[in-house]
């Protein structure tokens, strides 16, 4: 899609459609005043008549309003006007969309982005315009044989501004938006292949893709035998299993002094989760595809980081493996020793995210990182704790959970704290090794983090629970793309306020 913006009167837009709110009840908007007042009070009539209220979720679509130059014009239901807050406007801004790219028209001019959100500006109404757009237009149609194909498809929307003054930040508001659509859409389509295409190599694949190209990216992969080397006993007793070979990746991005310590992202790959020998059972097991999203969101985050240029150093760690039963499967009761040296009793195969990423936390202390944070679809006690909506968040620093929490709020990619008290570590006890793999019924999402934290203990670290984010289930199914948003934001923080050390 492009996307343009501009200020300017709706009356004189040259466009296949011109794109306005009316709130509830019957309150015209600014711009949609304006036409009434080009038309001869043509809007405000068909108002009253009761064609339309204003109510979320109702649109009208009017041809050949006297007065316009436009084509169409597309009148959205926004509800009442000192209701619309960040979550409104997104729905709002969806739903124009939704039904512009209906109507046939090549082009239209939106002018919901000049709508006023309560704690917000317009550069943030353009960011999230250009987010909500590619979002909702997203198709997945990699295998289907006979795409859907839109026959008079939307090219170009161009979003408004109430000011000229507003332009030159809201045209950075365009392109930050463009580069973080763009991760996410990277992102979502790693996330929704299955796992007999998008495995461990495939992701291997598009690191090296991503990579090509581009000076300030580079990639490295590790093959088993590398992490053989490197006493990597943790990530390989999950990848034992299965025949597809484990692969770590670590992308390098170097936007910044050499000095200057990056913020190390480390994303759960785990290509398929059958649960190994503690064996998933076989309900909605197809989605354990998506226990690569963490993997994906770091991929999609350092896409949009790239094509942004950000002044930051950041490395990407994903550990790459598929979790199966086999006779060469790690037993429940194996125990195994990372890479930090600590041993571990699996007595749960099924707790894999966890194995695979403590030696990846423990791989990335060597770039001497400011922060680690890692992203994975870890428990479904998340999902329980927290449903669809929020990522679940704990940290061993809470400045740096504040900050991914803020990030978060203002990228409207939400996350929500849970406590990592000293208190569930003795959960983890095990009578023959340093640890077990799993805490029992309780807090399994904190049980969780604790086993992670242990292998974070000199850094800032943080690890953000996708679960329930990542992908959206029954008629929806599909990968979101988050957190990649959050993560941007985290990072487009960081630039402007580099942390302290
Ligand atoms: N990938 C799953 C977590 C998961 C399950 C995410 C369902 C989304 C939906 C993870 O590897 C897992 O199996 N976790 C176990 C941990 C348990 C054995 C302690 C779980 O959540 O049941
Ligand atoms: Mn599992
Ligand atoms: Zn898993």
New binding site residues.
Partial sequence: MEFNIKSGNPEKQRTACVVVGVFESRQLSTPAKAIDAVSKKYLSNLIRRGDMNGAKGQYLLLHNVPGMVADRVLLIGCGKEREIDDRNYRIIMANSIRVLNKTGSLDGVNYLSELTIKGHDHYWNIRQAVQIAEHVLYQFNEFKTKKQKNKRPLRKITFTVPTRRELPQCEIALQEGRAIANGIKLTRDIANRPSNVCTPTHLAQQATALAKGRRALTVKILEEADMKKLGMGSLLCVAQGSDRPAKLITLEYKGAKKSQRPVVLVGKG?TF?T?GI?L?PASAMD??KY?MCGAASVLGTLATVVELGLAINVVGIIPAVENMPSGKATNPGDIFTSMSGLTVEVL?T????RLILCDAITYSEKFNPAVIIDIA?????C?VALGKYATGLLSNHNPLARELLNAGDESFDRAWQLPLWDEYQQLLDSPFADMAN?GGRDA?TIT?ACFLSRFAEKHYWAHLDI?GTAWLSGKNKGATGRPVALLVQYLLNQVAQPRRK
Avoid at 350 to 353: K, L, V
Avoid at 377 to 381: C, D, E, I, M, V
Wanted: net charge negative.
């Fill in positions: 785990v989760d649960g503690s998933k989605e354990m226990d749960n099924d707790a894999e995210g679809t870890l428990t479904g006690a999902v799993i399994g969780a679960a």
